[in-house]
């Protein structure tokens, strides 16, 4: 039986973690904020940091994906696409991807991003993830990991814990112990499955459970999509459509789609870039950038305009 001091111990000890605790993640909000607040525009040579809120628009999202989308080539896809039917046709913001619909009583836990290459899934990562670090968005979510795909194919045969791998590909939360992690609500961000070379096989009955137990990154990162690790955690992860399929519809709570711009996003997003180029004192001339971004407009423009000629 405790006693009021041993009770009282305890109650402090706890408080002291928590403290720690958040003072560990209000580091890690600095440094993922300084991570995401900039974007690169032009070449890694004559590129010029822009801040990310000054140019970022807000894209169109759909719940749901073109049906037939994973087994087509993407540039064929932008030319038949207004001849298959959706899912769904539900238009949905970047913050509320993991927040039910007012008709939907589910809860959302793993959600797929489809889109094409340059639709903007990268940049919705990023608004996420500086948007939370600034306090204003998904506040319930106690720690956001974003780990890209392209990275995690520089691991080869190494064994890591899922623990241990938060801390090599994020060094300011090396101070997060495994029962914190296990207590909090955290949120993984996968990105770029379309670049992956690991081998995710879902099929694999091996049950990793704790964050502290070793073993291949395939097999954690599918029982941390699965549930059977941090079941208490959110997951994120876009891809080309063509790649998308690598993960079962049984494990996925949510596809969305970045489908581009409206028409009046597209106005806002050059409002906002020609705009930036006046404020920031820079040349007019249209950058390698400018012209790829025209291109991926154009492209999206002759997807709407098919669609209303119904071709």
């Known amino acids: 039986m405790q006693t ?36 690169t525009e032009g070449s890694d040579e004559t590129g010029s940091g822009t801040l990310l809120n000054r140019i970022y628009t807000e894209l169109y999202i759909t719940e749901g994906q073109i049906e037939e989308v994973n087994t087509q080539h993407e540039v064929r896809q932008l030319e038949t696409v207004s001849k298959m039917k959706t899912l769904h046709d ?20 793993v959600v797929l991003t489809n889109g094409v290459a340059g639709a903007g899934k990268t940049f919705s990562v990023q608004k996420f993830s500086l948007d939370w670090a600034e306090g204003l968005e ?5 720690v956001l990991v974003v780990l890209l795909f392209r990275e995690l194919n520089l691991i080869k045969d190494e064994h890591y814990s899922l623990l241990t791998l938060l801390h090599v590909f994020h060094p300011t939360l090396q101070k997060v112990t495994a029962e914190q992690l296990a207590a909090c609500k955290p949120l993984f961000i996968f990105d770029g499955l379309d670049e992956s070379r690991r081998s995710l096989d879902f099929n694999n009955s091996e049950v990793v459970s ?12 599918t029982n941390l ?11 994120w992860i876009t891809s080309r459509p063509a790649a998308a399929n690598q993960i079962p519809p049984t494990c996925v709570d949510r596809v969305t789609e970045v489908r581009g711009f409206t028409d009046a996003q597209k106005e806002e997003y050059f409002r906002r870039r020609k705009k930036n180029k006046y404020d920031g004192g820079h040349e007019t001339e249209l950058t390698e950038a400018d012209t790829e971004v025209l291109v991926k407009l154009g492209r999206l423009a002759f997807e709407h305009l098919a669609g209303e000629a119904g071709v």
Do not use: M, W
């Open 210 to 221: 704790d964050v502290t137990q070793t073993s291949s990154v395939d097999l954690l990162l």
């Open 225 to 235: 999509i699965k549930g059977n690790l941090l079941p208490s955690a959110l997951v």
């Open 4 to 39: 009021d001091s041993q009770s009282s111990s305890i109650q402090i000890s706890h408080l002291s973690a928590d403290v720690g605790l958040q003072e560990v993640l209000d580091e890690y909000k600095i440094s993922l904020r300084r991570r995401c607040e900039c974007v």
């Open 138 to 142: 998904n506040q319930d979510v106690s």
């Open 90 to 109: 539900t238009p949905i913001k970047v913050h509320d991807i993991f927040k039910a619909l007012p008709d939907q009583q589910r809860h959302v836990r």
